[in-house]
């Protein structure tokens, strides 16, 4: 059983993954187009089940910092969805591909170290005394981002209850669109 901070540092080094297979295998075009592919379906889903169900948490077991965190976090989200929405909408053939792929992870990069050595670390120690609240969160995370959309969708706003309602709307097309597309020989939920 794993707590919300393994769920959230599980996801991170997935994406970490991801932006390896694209930046070590230049000219290998399907490769990058795959993992470029899978580095959004991880990223979109991550981003939206972090807003569902630990920014909330934050909020409530954290106070008046978790509400300073989560807002924090939240813009943060919002600038990478933008940068993420330009990169799903580019193929692997252009040349700014990999270009634009490290420009979000060097974003990012920044976001994951503040989340994994700040705020999941202030989370977890405010959750202890909520008894297996943490192991709880992480299976609502993990069951959220079935339901959630697989791309960014930046219009739909940062805070729920609209982002919810637009990603409710936006899941199911994308999950179709998401057929057409090229990913990794991996199962993906």
Not at 43 to 70: I, N, Q
Not at 134 to 153: D, G, I, N, Y
Request: with cysteine.
């Amino acid at each position: 059983m794993s707590t919300i901070s393994q769920a959230i540092v599980a996801d991170h080094r997935k994406l970490e993954k991801c932006v390896n297979e694209v930046t070590n295998n230049p000219g290998n075009q399907d490769h990058q187009q795959a993992f470029g592919n899978q580095f959004v379906w991880e990223l979109a889903r991550h981003s939206v089940g972090e807003e569902l169900v630990v920014y909330p948490a934050m909020d409530k077991h954290l106070g008046e910092k978790g509400r300073e965190m989560t807002e924090s976090d939240r813009r943060e989200h919002h600038s990478v969805k933008q940068m993420l929405k330009e990169f799903q909408d580019t193929e692997a053939t252009d040349p700014h591909y990999v270009k634009r792929l490290k420009m979000i992870w060097e974003r990012l990069t920044k976001h994951i170290k503040e989340e994994e050595h700040e705020h999941l670390p202030a989370l977890e120690k405010a959750l202890e005394s909520a008894g297996g609240e943490s192991q709880a969160m992480a299976r609502s995370f993990e069951r959220t981002k079935l339901f959630v959309p697989t791309r960014s969708h930046p219009s739909a706003g940062e805070h729920p209850p609209f982002e919810t309602a637009m990603g409710l709307l936006a899941a199911p097309i994308d999950r179709v669109a998401d057929l057409f597309r090229k990913f990794p020989d991996q199962d993906r939920v």
